[in-house]
């Protein structure tokens, strides 16, 4: 399994904006963040990049990293992947193909629905889900904040990640296929695939690649960033050409439950935002879980319509498109009996990034079981109440950051105030 030393990460930090307090400590999923001299720093080999700092910072201090539209230019033909979220961005929209035509009119040469690979996707999960030997639950792959959490936090269910590529990356090879078909003029360095994302880590995936596999997006757009100039060139007109290649279950992938109801199978479940995810994670480790073959885990809460580079409440998000739904086939995107018999090897990915656990203390084993003892030795010593006035988010991650030589137990105000009454009372 290849072994991954760096990471290239989309959310970042803006220290003139960091005023030193907590929200974000509290809050990020594998306690990535500490306070240090009243600014917060980002530990990078924990970073998920799932956004929630962004989304809870009051100060903005969070951003996420994405391209610009401009950095299309230097492609031939360009190609724009519409994220399903992005229909839900839009009031009054009742026909999907104004928003295809509008990104024609920013200047793409050609529009490669996501909602259409997640239809393939979908497809061929059910597909997957009988074959013999897989190790159940079966845990989609189409979040990418879901496969590094579990490789940092929960490594014992990597063989339970579903080895599909995410619906983003199928669209991309499809698109690419159909733009040299077309034109057989293009060069593939001529060809270049945009994909407009609703979360920052999409745009970690594309730079960082998945293991040995590299990624067939050159550049990831929020929505966010392309909202208003979309919206400006989107008309409701009759004479819009009917373009659209997708139905209900690839427009319902944007929201929690559409990728795993698309399986035609009761035996799933469903979960969105990081804490449930975590929840539920825990709950599939130890085996107190209820039998069931497929999880569907997204990092966002509501699914992707709630991820920090869109416009729009995703409540409200989710109910446009529930309307815009009802308007569109099933799908459009079903297999052929001949397809029916095996998954092309295309849709897979061979290796999972491996990343050092956030639980392992050490390389040898006789070293993590001493350092277990010494951070338990200095739990006991601190108050415990997980305050997160030393810059840690528990008195635990202190316990640790102190074993690590990162931090001093006088860290701790209530430790210091406890040691010099305990001077004084003697």
């Known amino acids: 399994m290849a072994n ?3 990471y290239e990460h989309s959310v970042q930090l803006d220290p003139s904006k960091c005023t030193g307090c907590t929200n974000c400590l509290r809050r990020c999923p594998t306690e990535a963040i500490r306070i240090k001299d009243h600014k917060a720093h980002i530990d990078e080999t924990r970073c998920i990049d799932c956004g929630e700092c962004i989304r809870i910072c009051s100060n903005k201090a969070k951003r996420a990293v994405c391209s610009k539209l401009e950095s ?10 519409p994220a399903p979220t992005l229909y839900g961005q839009f009031d009054n929209l009742d026909d999907v193909d104004i928003v295809l035509d509008g990104l024609l009119k920013i200047g793409f040469d050609d529009v490669f629905e996501v909602s259409k690979a997640a239809e393939l996707v979908s497809a061929y999960t059910r597909l997957y889900l009988k074959t013999e030997g897989i190790k159940t639950p079966v845990i989609s792959s189409a979040c990418p904040v879901i496969v590094r959490l579990i490789a940092l936090r929960f490594p014992s269910l990597n063989d339970n990640i579903m080895r599909m590529l995410p619906p983003m990356e199928v669209a991309a090879g499809l698109a690419r296929e159909r733009a040299k078909k077309q034109h ?41 960033d392309i909202y208003f100039l979309l919206i400006s060139e989107m008309t409701h007109t009759s004479d819009v050409k009917a373009t659209t290649e997708s139905g209900m279950i690839g427009i319902g992938w944007a929201s929690s439950g559409g990728e795993a109801t698309a399986i035609f199978n009761e035996d799933y479940l ?5 804490e449930n995810v975590i929840n539920v994670l825990d709950q599939i480790e130890t085996g107190n879980i209820p039998p069931v073959k497929f999880i569907e885990l997204n990092a966002c809460p509501s699914g992707c ?8 409440n995703p409540f409200i998000a989710k109910t446009r498109l529930q309307s815009l ?20 090897e295309s849709y897979f990915f061979n290796e999972l990034p491996v990343y050092k656990p956030i639980s392992r203390l050490s390389d040898s084993m006789a070293q993590s079981m001493r350092m277990m003892a010494d951070i338990q030795k200095l739990r006991d010593m601190l108050p415990g109440i997980d305050c997160g006035a030393c810059g840690a988010p528990t ?5 640790e950051d102190i074993v690590k030589g990162k931090a001093c137990i006088e860290d701790c105000i209530l430790y210091q105030k406890l040691k010099e009454e305990a001077g004084r009372d003697g």
Request: hydrophobic letters at 40%; aromatic letters at 10%; glycine letters at 6%.
């Open 395 to 399: 008195c635990r991650s202190l316990a």
């Open 270 to 274: 469903a979960a969105d935002g990081i």
């Open 305 to 312: 319509v709630g991820g920090v580079l869109t416009m729009q």
């Open 72 to 81: 299309m230019e230097r492609f031939r033909w360009k190609i724009a992947l």
């Open 325 to 344: 739904r009802k308007y569109l086939p099933v799908s459009q995107n079903f297999l052929s009996p001949e397809e029916e018999h095996y998954i092309p």
């Open 4 to 6: 991954i030393t760096s």
């Open 184 to 224: 057989p003029e293009l060069k593939d360095e001529d060809i270049g695939v945009c994909f407009i994302s609703p979360c920052p880590a999409k745009a970690s995936y594309v730079k960082n690649g998945f293991a040995n596999y590299k990624s067939q997006v050159d550049e990831v757009v929020s929505i966010s």
